[in-house]
């Protein structure tokens, strides 16, 4: 079945406690983002990346990290979480960057940090 | 930068009815796509319908259906037979040709038995 997977899928910690969220998809995308979702703002992009070794900031990259060593996984690390890291966040793949092709997202990660 | 704008936090609608959820978008690009993304509280975004900005006819997917005014920068959703399974949260999205996707606020809809 193509999907995104990510896990964990709900994760309370605390502050400073470096965490990473992984996400990992099977239909060979190119195109790989993370987004944040906050009441009221939608979601917003933090990082994507067009392709493996090759990743770029989104509108709200402050306090996250990204790298595309494999085409099928692009992972989320919080080095030093902090409250306001409090969100919901998903991960998304599209089959290639600069034809806006339909994005898939994963089931989405439900981060508390203390 | 591109922003896209739901004025309507929340909806509701009787089963069966006709809604229809609004967006406006600001952009300086002439190649962009528009999507609707459907969240129901299991919280996955599913695609809904898509439409691009070239195209001067709406696009329609079952009961769903858009009107796309180009140069209002109008983008809304018509929901026609309203079912229960409708209830969802309901987000406006710009793409630019750079896969770039721009988020609304979100509409939560509500449709009532």
């Known amino acids: 079945e193509a999907q995104v997977t990510q896990n964990p899928r709900y994760l309370i910690t605390v502050t400073g406690k470096k965490l990473t969220v992984t996400c990992s998809q099977n239909m060979n995308h190119e195109y790989m983002s993370w987004y944040r979702q906050d009441p009221g703002l939608g979601l917003r992009q933090i990082y994507y990346s067009m392709n493996v070794e090759v990743t770029d900031k989104g509108d709200v990259p402050e306090g996250y990290k990204v790298s595309r060593k494999e085409k099928r996984n692009f992972p989320l690390i919080l080095e030093s979480p902090s409250p306001n890291q409090t969100s919901l966040y998903f991960c998304?793949?599209?089959?290639?960057?600069?034809?806006?092709?339909?994005?898939?997202f994963g089931p989405g990660t439900r981060l508390t940090v203390l | 930068a591109q922003t896209v704008t739901q004025s309507q936090p929340e909806m509701s609608v009787q089963e069966a009815e006709t809604v229809t959820l609004s967006c406006t978008y600001d952009?300086?690009?002439?190649?962009?796509?528009l999507f609707w993304y459907k969240q129901p509280p299991s919280r996955q975004m599913i695609l809904v319908i898509r439409?691009?900005?070239?195209?001067?006819q709406n696009a329609t997917e079952n009961r769903f259906s858009v009107n796309f005014q180009k140069a209002a920068k109008s983008f809304s959703l018509k929901i026609s037979d309203s079912q229960l399974g409708d209830t969802a949260m309901y987000f406006c999205a710009f793409a630019n040709a750079g896969n770039m996707l721009t988020f609304g606020g979100g509409t939560r809809l509500m449709v009532k038995p």
């Open positions: 439409q691009e900005a070239y195209k001067q």
């Open positions: 998304a793949s599209s089959l290639e960057q600069g034809r806006a092709d339909t994005q898939y």
């Open positions: 952009t300086s690009e002439n190649n962009y796509y």
